[in-house]
């Protein structure tokens, strides 16, 4: 069984074994994590079959943090005595396939992961707290409603 996930602005095709390189992550090595939405399901027998979203979930382990290849980047002006020599390596996290679901039976609370959009939805609590000057209103009613 095959899938399409989005990741970091990228699809990648990806089966159970499958190791792939993306953008940084912030969770630690061997952390285990959900890739969703997982865009497109296939089985082995080549029937295709599209899955909705928030059923279908790819479970990956976060196998190393690394750098990627070196890229050199040259400025130069021709007769104007310019040129500028710089590099680049992007930070990328590689992650291992551990499992594809076309139906989601397990929750993610079920196999001790966390998907990288709730992930992102976190908040700390910090952000949200009100300061101690600002009342807190019990009933809040819009213009519409009155």
Do not use: C, N
Request: positive net charge; hydrophobic residues 35%; without cysteine.
């Amino acid at each position: 069984m095959h899938a399409i996930v989005s990741q970091g602005g990228h699809q990648y095709r990806v089966t159970q074994g499958t190791r792939l390189l993306v953008d940084r992550l912030p969770d630690e090595v061997g952390s285990h994590l959900e890739l969703k939405p997982a865009l497109f399901i296939s089985d082995e027998a080549g029937s295709e079959s599209k899955v909705a979203p928030s059923s279908a979930t790819v479970t990956v382990t976060v196998v190393a943090h690394r750098l990627g290849s070196k890229l050199r980047v040259f400025k130069y002006k021709p007769k104007k005595r310019y040129r500028r020599t710089m590099g680049h390596r992007s930070k990328l996290t590689e992650l291992r396939v551990d499992s594809v679901v076309a139906g989601g039976h397990r929750s993610a609370h079920e196999a001790g992961t966390v998907s990288t959009a709730d992930r992102k939805a976190a908040v700390p609590v910090e952000a949200v707290a009100r300061p101690a000057s600002e009342p807190v209103s019990s009933s809040r009613t819009h213009p519409e409603e009155s």
